[in-house]
Protein backbone atom coordinates (compact mmCIF):
# COMPACT_ATOMS: atom_id res chain seq x y z
CA UNK A 1 0.00 0.00 0.00
CA UNK A 2 1.45 3.40 -1.40
CA UNK A 3 0.88 6.50 1.17
CA UNK A 4 -1.83 7.08 -0.46
CA UNK A 5 -3.64 4.27 0.17
CA UNK A 6 -3.27 2.26 -2.96
CA UNK A 7 -2.77 -1.33 -3.40
CA UNK A 8 -0.53 -2.42 -6.01
CA UNK A 9 -2.45 -4.72 -8.22
CA UNK A 10 -1.21 -7.82 -10.46
CA UNK A 11 -3.45 -8.73 -13.27
CA UNK A 12 -2.19 -11.27 -15.69
CA UNK A 13 1.38 -10.56 -15.27
CA UNK A 14 1.18 -6.95 -15.45
CA UNK A 15 1.20 -4.34 -12.47
CA UNK A 16 -0.66 -1.70 -11.67
CA UNK A 17 -0.59 0.86 -9.35
CA UNK A 18 -3.95 0.70 -8.09
CA UNK A 19 -7.19 -1.39 -8.92
CA UNK A 20 -8.74 1.66 -10.38
CA UNK A 21 -5.92 1.62 -12.75
CA UNK A 22 -6.45 -1.93 -13.46
CA UNK A 23 -10.05 -1.53 -13.81
CA UNK A 24 -9.80 1.40 -16.25
CA UNK A 25 -7.36 -1.03 -18.41
CA UNK A 26 -9.88 -3.52 -18.99
CA UNK A 27 -12.50 -1.27 -19.83
CA UNK A 28 -10.24 0.30 -22.50
CA UNK A 29 -9.29 -3.41 -23.75
CA UNK A 30 -13.05 -3.64 -24.29
CA UNK A 31 -13.12 -0.19 -26.21
CA UNK A 32 -10.27 -1.31 -28.69
CA UNK A 33 -11.76 -4.78 -29.26
CA UNK A 34 -14.73 -2.95 -29.99
CA UNK A 35 -12.94 -0.95 -32.61
CA UNK A 36 -13.32 2.34 -30.52
CA UNK A 37 -10.09 3.00 -30.47
CA UNK A 38 -6.46 1.70 -30.86
CA UNK A 39 -2.86 1.66 -30.49
CA UNK A 40 -3.55 1.59 -26.55
CA UNK A 41 -0.69 1.49 -24.10
CA UNK A 42 0.77 2.26 -20.76
CA UNK A 43 2.85 3.66 -18.97
CA UNK A 44 4.50 6.21 -21.86
CA UNK A 45 6.96 8.57 -20.44
CA UNK A 46 6.89 12.15 -21.85
CA UNK A 47 10.12 14.73 -21.07
CA UNK A 48 8.42 17.87 -19.65
CA UNK A 49 11.78 19.61 -19.25
CA UNK A 50 15.36 18.46 -20.75
CA UNK A 51 18.05 17.97 -18.22
CA UNK A 52 20.63 20.56 -18.16
CA UNK A 53 22.62 22.52 -15.66
CA UNK A 54 23.32 19.29 -13.76
CA UNK A 55 20.05 18.14 -13.18
CA UNK A 56 18.21 15.36 -14.26
CA UNK A 57 15.08 15.53 -16.84
CA UNK A 58 11.67 16.53 -15.36
CA UNK A 59 9.58 13.84 -16.98
CA UNK A 60 5.56 12.72 -17.07
CA UNK A 61 4.62 8.94 -17.10
CA UNK A 62 0.74 8.59 -18.44
CA UNK A 63 -0.84 5.62 -17.39
CA UNK A 64 -2.55 5.46 -20.96
CA UNK A 65 -2.29 6.78 -24.22
CA UNK A 66 -4.60 5.31 -27.16
CA UNK A 67 -5.91 6.80 -30.59
CA UNK A 68 -9.19 7.77 -31.12
CA UNK A 69 -9.96 8.77 -35.10
CA UNK A 70 -6.78 11.37 -35.42
CA UNK A 71 -6.51 12.49 -31.79
CA UNK A 72 -3.76 10.77 -29.39
CA UNK A 73 -5.69 10.51 -25.93
CA UNK A 74 -3.27 10.67 -22.97
CA UNK A 75 -5.08 9.59 -19.89
CA UNK A 76 -4.33 9.41 -16.44
CA UNK A 77 -6.07 7.70 -13.80
CA UNK A 78 -6.03 9.31 -10.44
CA UNK A 79 -7.27 8.68 -6.91
CA UNK A 80 -5.50 11.63 -5.59
CA UNK A 81 -3.50 14.63 -7.12
CA UNK A 82 -0.73 15.68 -5.55
CA UNK A 83 0.69 19.15 -6.19
CA UNK A 84 3.51 17.50 -8.47
CA UNK A 85 0.99 15.94 -10.48
CA UNK A 86 -0.46 19.42 -11.20
CA UNK A 87 2.28 20.79 -11.94
CA UNK A 88 3.41 18.06 -14.38
CA UNK A 89 -0.14 18.27 -15.55
CA UNK A 90 0.24 21.89 -16.21
CA UNK A 91 3.43 21.52 -18.26
CA UNK A 92 2.01 18.25 -19.94
CA UNK A 93 -0.41 20.68 -21.93
CA UNK A 94 1.83 23.18 -22.09
CA UNK A 95 4.29 21.36 -24.10
CA UNK A 96 1.91 19.35 -26.25
CA UNK A 97 -1.23 20.81 -26.97
CA UNK A 98 -2.00 18.86 -29.94
CA UNK A 99 -2.48 15.97 -27.43
CA UNK A 100 -5.83 15.46 -25.51
CA UNK A 101 -5.11 14.93 -21.58
CA UNK A 102 -7.83 12.82 -19.86
CA UNK A 103 -8.22 12.79 -16.37
CA UNK A 104 -10.19 10.30 -15.26
CA UNK A 105 -10.96 10.15 -11.24
CA UNK A 106 -11.20 7.05 -9.03
CA UNK A 107 -15.15 6.11 -9.52
CA UNK A 108 -15.32 8.05 -12.69
CA UNK A 109 -14.86 5.85 -15.18
CA UNK A 110 -17.33 6.42 -18.11
CA UNK A 111 -18.25 5.82 -21.74
CA UNK A 112 -17.88 9.76 -22.75
CA UNK A 113 -14.90 11.81 -23.33
CA UNK A 114 -13.65 15.22 -23.24
CA UNK A 115 -13.23 15.15 -26.99
CA UNK A 116 -15.90 14.84 -28.37
CA UNK A 117 -18.68 13.25 -26.80
CA UNK A 118 -19.11 8.94 -26.50
CA UNK A 119 -16.82 6.18 -27.23
Not at 93 to 115: A, M, N, R, W
Amino acid sequence: MNKYGNKSVEYLGEDFDSRAEKDRYLELLILQKGGKLSNLRRQAKYELVPAGYGERAVTYTADFVYDVGDKTVVEDCKGFKTKDYIIKRKLFKQKFPDLVFSEICKGEFTKYSQFGGEY
